[in-house]
C-alpha cells in the first residue's frame, strides 16, 4: 500500500481501522504475488471468476499456479449473452453460487466491472471473502463495496464486499483493448463534475462533505490529467498511475460509505442511457465510455447556466465560482479522443432524442442533489440538446 498512503490518512480521520482495507500490489508481475497470499491466509480451495476473454488474460496462468501449489478450487466461467456480453444479472449471479464448491474458502475474480460486480454480491452472500485481479484499468469499482446489478431488467447498486486484496498486473492490464483503458480515464473524468455535485449536496441538503477525500479524488484527476498522454500510449507509468487513480477512488468510496466524491449528473446520465439499451435488448456500452462523454455534456450544461440567479438561489456565487474551475468541454473531448474513447453520444450508439431526454429526467434516478437537480427544477422549458442550442432560462 505504499502508493496509498494519503488513504491513510483519511482512514485515520474517519476513524476507520486500517487494517480492514485490502491488501494492494499494483505493479509488473503482481499475479506472481497471488499464490504466496493466499497460502499466507490459509485458503485451501479457491473458486476463479472469469468470462472467456479474462480466463485467457489471465484466470488460466492464475488457475495452474494455484494447482501446482496444491491448492484446490474450481473455475466458473460466466456464460455470455446473445450479444456475446457478460451482465451482472441474475443468470450469472446464480450461475457463480451453483457452481461455486461448499468447500470454496474465498472467490478470485479475474476482469473488469461486470466480473468484479457479480463476484462481490456473491462473496457477500456466501460470507467468503474474495480476492480483486483486475484485468484492464477500465473503472473505479474494484475496492469499492457497491455491486451495480441487472436485477429484473433494471440497474440497481446493492452495497455488498469490497475485496480483502487487490492483485493489478501492468503487464496484463496494458495489453488490454484501448477502449477499455479509456473507459478508465473517462471515469476518472468524471470526477471533474461528480466533486462539484458533492459540493452542491452539501451546499443545498448540508449532506456530509469530506475536504481531505475530495482532495485525493481532485489529485487523482489532475495526475492522470498530466499524464494523459502516457496512458494513451499504453505506457508501464501511464497504465500504473492510472491504475492507481482507480483504485484510490474506489478506497474514497469505501471509507465514507457512499459514492459521491465519483458520482453525479455525469453518472446519472450514464445510468438512464444504460437502462434505455437494457429496455431495448441492446448492446451495452462500456460505463467508463458513457460516463467520459457524460461528463462533457454535463460540464456544458453547467457552465451555460453557471450565472443564472434563478437556478442556484442563494448558492449562486459559490457554485458558480466553482463552475468557472472546471474543465472545457471541448478540452476534455481531446483527451478522450487521445486515449481512443468516444467523444459523442452518437459514437456509442446513443442519439440525441436520448441525451435530451436524460438530461430532463435521468436527475430522478437517484435522490441526490446535483446541478442537475437544481437546473431541471429551475427551468422554465425543456433543456435542449446539443446543450448549446439552449437560450436563457
Same mark, same amino acid.
Given at each position: ?12 480521520? =474517519? ?10 500490489? +499494483? ?48 473455475? +466458473? ?44 454480491? $456473491? ?92 482532495? =485525493? ?6 495526475? $492522470? ?25 474506489? =478506497? ?32 451495452? +456500452? ?108
Amino acid at each position: 500500500m505504499k502508493d496509498f498512503k494519503a488513504i491513510d490518512q483519511l482512514a485515520k480521520e =474517519l476513524h476507520e481501522d486500517r487494517s480492514q482495507l485490502p491488501y494492494i500490489e +499494483v505493479r509488473k508481475g503482481a499475479l506472481q504475488a497471488i499464490t504466496p497470499y493466499i497460502r499466507e491466509q490459509g485458503f485451501r480451495h479457491i473458486t476463479i471468476i472469469v468470462d472467456d476473454n479474462t480466463w485467457e488474460a489471465a484466470g488460466e496462468r492464475i488457475f495452474h499456479e494455484l494447482e501446482k501449489h496444491q491448492i484446490g478450487g474450481e473455475v +466458473v466461467l460466466i456464460k455470455s449473452n446473445e450479444h456475446d456480453q457478460v451482465l451482472a444479472d441474475e443468470d450469472a449471479i446464480v450461475q457463480v453460487l451453483v457452481e461455486t464448491s461448499q468447500q470454496s474458502n474465498a472467490l478470485i475474480a479475474v476482469g473488469t466491472g461486470t466480473i468484479h460486480d457479480i463476484t462481490r454480491f $456473491c462473496s457477500h452472500k456466501m460470507n467468503i471473502p474474495f480476492l480483486s485481479v483486475p484485468t484492464a484499468a477500465s473503472v473505479d469499482g474494484y475496492t469499492s463495496k457497491g455491486a451495480p446489478l441487472i436485477l429484473r431488467g433494471f440497474k440497481q447498486t446493492i452495497q455488498t464486499a469490497s475485496p480483502i486484496a487487490v492483485f493489478a498486473d501492468i503487464d496484463i492490464i496494458k495489453k488490454a483493448p484501448r477502449e477499455m483503458t479509456a473507459a478508465g480515464f473517462g471515469d476518472i473524468l468524471a470526477k471533474n463534475t461528480s466533486l462539484l455535485d458533492w459540493k452542491i449536496s452539501h451546499w443545498i441538503n448540508d449532506e456530509p462533505y469530506n475536504g481531505r477525500a475530495a482532495d =485525493l479524488t481532485r489529485n487523482s484527476l489532475q495526475l $492522470c490529467i498530466d499524464h494523459v498522454e502516457e496512458i494513451a500510449q499504453a505506457d508501464d507509468e501511464g497504465i500504473r498511475l492510472l491504475m492507481n487513480a482507480l483504485i484510490e477512488s474506489g =478506497l474514497v468510496m469505501l471509507l465514507l460509505n457512499f459514492s459521491r466524491s465519483a458520482s453525479g449528473g455525469e453518472h446519472h446520465l450514464s445510468h438512464y442511457w444504460e437502462m434505455d439499451l437494457l429496455k431495448r435488448n441492446a448492446p451495452q +456500452v462500456l460505463h467508463g465510455a458513457k460516463v467520459g462523454v457524460a461528463t462533457a455534456i454535463i460540464t456544458e450544461l453547467y457552465q451555460s447556466y453557471a450565472n443564472d440567479l434563478d437556478v442556484f438561489g442563494a448558492n449562486t456565487g459559490q457554485i458558480a465560482e466553482e463552475i468557472h474551475h472546471l474543465y472545457k468541454p471541448d478540452q476534455m473531448t481531446q483527451w478522450l479522443q487521445l486515449v481512443g474513447g468516444a467523444t459523442t453520444p452518437y459514437e456509442l450508439g446513443i442519439d440525441d432524442d436520448l441525451v435530451q431526454k436524460s438530461l430532463n429526467e435521468a436527475f430522478r434516478l437517484r435522490d441526490r442533489y446535483t446541478g442537475l437537480y437544481l437546473i431541471n427544477q429551475a427551468k422554465s422549458k425543456e433543456i435542449l440538446y446539443p446543450v448549446s442550442k439552449n437560450i436563457e432560462l
